[in-house]
């Protein structure tokens, strides 16, 4: 018991917990009993116990409320830290050996003396460790992204360089899928404030998307101009299956994969989510159109010099 309070109900709390929750509560009641004090000095002839007694419980109400609120700050910010921490050293200990099993399952997949089995095995199994890998990538994305502790490097940056770079890193994954990539960006020679490799990471995402969802022999556009008197859009168009009206909505939602968790198509959801927040953080918007069994158009509008 301390003054009558039974204190078994605060054992719960750590001792810095204890230690916040009582200087809030005394620092409220302090400042209300100042303010009472200064009250009742001008009612001293015609005191009434209630001049006393109200703000002291008042007080008391009001300094438990904070207390509480700033311990259950502390202990949210507390358990991002763990949860980021943890993710990140999660990240860490996977990435090394998968990228050991990416380098000498693609060693494998071309070797001389491997036969047809042996080859098809190697495929899969870098398949599978890239796919692994960029899930790690996205899960420790999203982490830094809730935690805010991502850092963007924006730079004045060509972006039909970057275009250029992004198509011809997925030109083999197209022509494996039958899919053309056609790009019309244009010979103008703006410039963008952005970040180069987490724009290229987008661009990515998007191409991967509009090369997944696709239908066989199918088209993606890629195109690029000036949008306004600020910004610059970035649209890439493809023929696929579309997204039906109702999950519209969905699309950028976290872990939302829109009816394919059990489709043969490879994802988890988190590419478009990551997208939007980085577009956003580097001041541009990320947006689509989509009719169901006639494709899907992404376009992102990032801030021009
Ligand atoms: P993932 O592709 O890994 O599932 P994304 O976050 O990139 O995750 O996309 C979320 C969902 O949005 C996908 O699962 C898919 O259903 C839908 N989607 C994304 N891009 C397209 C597209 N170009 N055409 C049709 N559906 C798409």
Redesign the pocket.
């Known amino acids: 018991m301390w003054f009558g309070v039974d204190m078994t109900r605060f054992q719960f709390l750590g001792g810095k917990e204890r230690k916040i929750f009582f200087t809030r509560l005394i620092v409220t009641l302090a400042i209300f009993v100042t303010l009472a004090t200064f009250q009742m000095s001008m009612f001293l002839d015609e005191l009434q116990p209630f001049h006393y007694v109200i703000p002291v419980v008042f007080s008391s109400v009001i300094g438990s409320f904070i207390g509480w609120n700033a311990i259950l700050k502390q202990r949210l910010e507390m358990s991002n830290r763990v949860k980021s921490d943890f993710i990140a050293s999660i990240s860490h200990e996977l990435r090394t050996p998968l990228t050991v099993i990416i380098g000498f399952s693609k060693i494998m997949s071309e070797m001389e003396n491997l036969n047809l089995r042996g080859h098809e095995f190697a495929q899969r199994i870098n398949l599978s460790g890239e796919h692994l890998l960029s899930f790690v990538n996205n899960t420790l994305d999203i982490s830094s992204i809730e935690s805010g502790s991502i850092n963007l490097n924006i730079q004045k940056i060509s972006p039909n360089k970057l275009i250029d770079e992004c198509t011809t890193l997925m030109k083999p994954i197209a022509d494996d899928a039958g899919i053309s990539i056609n790009s019309s960006v244009s010979g103008n020679t703006c410039m963008i404030h952005a970040d180069e490799s987490r724009l290229k990471q987008v661009i990515l995402?998007l191409l991967s998307?509009?090369i997944?969802?696709n239908n066989e022999h199918g088209q993606v556009t890629v195109s690029a101009e000036p949008y306004g008197d600020k910004y610059f859009r970035i649209s890439i168009e493809?023929t696929?299956?579309?997204?039906e009206p109702i999950l519209h909505k969905k699309?950028f939602t976290r872990f939302?994969?829109?009816?394919?968790n059990n489709s043969s198509i490879r994802?988890?959801?988190?590419?478009?989510?990551i997208s939007k927040n980085l577009i956003t953080m580097m001041g541009g918007q990320l947006a689509f159109s989509?009719i169901k069994g006639s494709g899907?158009k992404?376009w992102l509008d990032i801030p021009r010099v």
């Open positions: 995402n998307n509009a997944k969802y493809d696929g299956i579309g997204i699309v939302e994969r829109l009816g394919h994802g988890a959801g988190l590419g478009l989510h989509s899907s992404f």
